[in-house]
């Protein structure tokens, strides 16, 4: 890999701070996938999950240390992480 084929634009307009908090995904009448929130900011975050397949592009994100949900829409998925945006 070169340093060309590393180097990443940041896009974001609000810094995030690293975390490790649990959370869960929620979507549906009553589906939850625990994940774990890597990164946060006050417009978005980085969630682990074991897969992202069946993760649809809308879903409530609840971080169970702050007791805190927020509506989230997918930016960008891979595998196993979803960067989301914050949503009204």
Known sequence: MTFNSMLVIERRSNTR????ERGSVNFGTA????CIVRNLSQTG???ELASTAGIPADFKLLIKSGRVAR???VAWRTLRNIGVQFVC
Do not use: E, T
Request: one cysteine or more; charged letters at 20%.
């Open 45 to 47: 975050a980085c969630v």
């Open 17 to 20: 701070i690293l975390a490790f």
């Open 31 to 34: 589906v939850r996938v625990d």
């Open 71 to 73: 509506n989230c829409r």
